[in-house]
């Protein structure tokens, strides 16, 4: 069965500073990985995507994300966060397997301060 | 503009009393799902749909019901809720066979 962990359930930094959020998955088969961020009170919106070809994936908003076989891992990272990113971030996992069931991590929460 | 719409956004009801909550998509995608959101648990997938008529459970399906009748649609039904089936409800879709990428903006459900 596939799982993922993300690391880091509070991650505050200053405006203009860059950020990781980490995120490891397990599975025995190809999989699938996202990135999703929550505003508060809003659904889910797609950040990014690997599902496969070039391991760095560039998403909207300026993130970006590379994928690690060898480590088993998909962090996310942008080079200058604005206040505007404060909210929740969630990295998941899917592959064929599961019926394209995308299984989440408990997310991190992004607090960007002046 | 391309998106998932759900109804109600805010629901208050009471145990037992049946409810139906709309999903609807305007981008023609074949995979819809429901997922539910619970503090702690995080997001759990409740039932998808890769393509009309076909539906699955997906990990906590039980007490709910869908159906799949037109590609646009795939309503989440609660045949007798009970105060375990409080939660902030998601549906999502995709084209082709892809995990979901398109979500809605949720529907927050009380059961008392």
């Known amino acids: 069965a596939q799982s993922v962990t993300q690391l880091d359930s509070q991650v505050p930094v200053f405006e203009e500073a860059p950020v990781e959020l980490r995120c490891n998955y397990s599975?025995?088969?190809?999989?699938?990985l996202f990135w999703y961020v929550q505003y508060p009170n809003q659904g889910l919106q797609l950040l990014l995507k690997y599902l496969s070809g070039s391991t760095l994936v560039k998403g909207i908003n300026g993130f970006e994300a590379e994928f690690n076989k060898s480590q088993t891992s998909f962090h996310l990272r942008k080079p200058s966060v604005h206040i505007s990113d404060t909210a929740e971030y969630f990295c998941a996992v899917s592959d064929r397997r599961s019926g394209y069931a995308l299984n989440f991590g408990k997310g991190t929460s992004l607090l960007v301060t002046p | 503009e391309a998106q998932v719409t759900q109804n109600p956004r805010y629901l208050i009801t009471v145990t037992g009393k049946k409810l139906t909550v709309t999903c609807s998509q305007n981008m023609n995608h074949e995979y819809m799902s429901w997922y539910r959101q619970d503090p702690g648990l995080g997001l759990r997938q409740i039932y998808y749909s890769m393509n009309v008529e076909v539906t699955d459970k997906g990990d906590v399906p039980e007490g709910y019901k869908v159906s799949r009748k037109e590609k646009r649609n795939f309503p989440l039904i609660l045949e007798s809720p009970s105060p375990n089936q409080t939660s902030l409800y998601f549906c999502?879709?995709?084209?082709?066979?892809?995990?979901?990428?398109?979500f809605g903006p949720g529907t927050r459900l009380t059961v008392l």
């Open positions: 599975s025995s088969v190809s999989v699938y």
């Open positions: 999502a879709s995709s084209p082709g066979t892809q995990p979901p990428q398109y």
